[in-house]
């Protein structure tokens, strides 16, 4: 039994692969906890210990699946393995805000939400591009990707497409209510109201009463009008379809 138990408690741990962000946030987390701690400490403490930086050295063993680089902890005795030194050093918050860019900025989609392919992925994060508010830096900058190494084999059409297909379905129509009333010549016009309508200036929306293309007389993004003639046969329960843009249709009943 004695040597079951030690032979339980000698058991060596299988290391997992990990990646060096992984490692480096974990340090970074817990030097924090350590600089909030002293936060309080200083009321009660005039003098005080922290850490001034934080180096570490790594026998490690790395791989490379096309993608990512990941890491394997080498086991005590074994040979081979690379040494990865890994130091920490103090930034403050002016230097951060200096040297990077604002996280979650508001409207702005983040690439990994985009469905797009990981060859474009990868290609765009390589040229330093994760949303595309990073796109239209670069536009302003007047930098034409196209023509940058690693550039020219992104599809820019389609993948400004699959955006506006991201933006859309984060911010859908909604109709809120639908009624016919009269225009200025007295004629029958379905208005629909809700939000996020007609958002897009550069498509005119597309209706279908009955099986009947409809005139949308105006559009905006609370409100659109139909004009109604006797070729859409209204009956009790009537059957419309709203095309407001190229991503965002909607099929609805109207009672008359």
Known sequence: MA???AAVQHAPIENTPWHLEEIADSLVVE???????????????????????????????????????????????????????IQLNSITDQQV???SKTPGIKNDVNLEQVDVDNTTRKNL?????????????????????????????IDYRK????????????????????????D?????????????????????PVAVVNKQLAEVMSSSDTELRVRITPNHRLADQNEVILTFDPFALVRVNVKA
């Open 125 to 153: 994060r390589k040229l330093g591009v994760s949303s595309v508010d990073d796109l239209k830096q670069l536009e302003r900058k007047n930098v034409d990707l196209a023509k940058v190494p690693g550039g020219d084999s």
């Open 31 to 85: 030097l924090d906890k350590t600089r909030e701690t002293l936060a309080v400490r200083a009321y009660n403490k005039p003098l005080t210990y922290t850490v001034k930086e934080v180096a570490l050295d790594l026998n490690v063993f790395p791989s490379y699946d096309g993608d990512q680089v990941r890491f394997v902890t080498a086991q005590p005795g074994q040979q081979g393995a690379s040494k990865v030194s």
């Open 3 to 5: 040597a079951e138990d």
């Open 159 to 182: 993948l400004a497409n699959q955006i506006s297909k991201t933006r859309r379905a984060e911010n859908p129509p909604r109709i809120s209510g639908m009624s016919l009333v009269a």
């Open 97 to 99: 805000r200096a040297t």
């Open 184 to 204: 200025e010549d007295d004629q029958p016009v379905l208005a629909i109201r809700g939000r996020n309508l007609a958002i897009d200036p550069a498509f005119l």
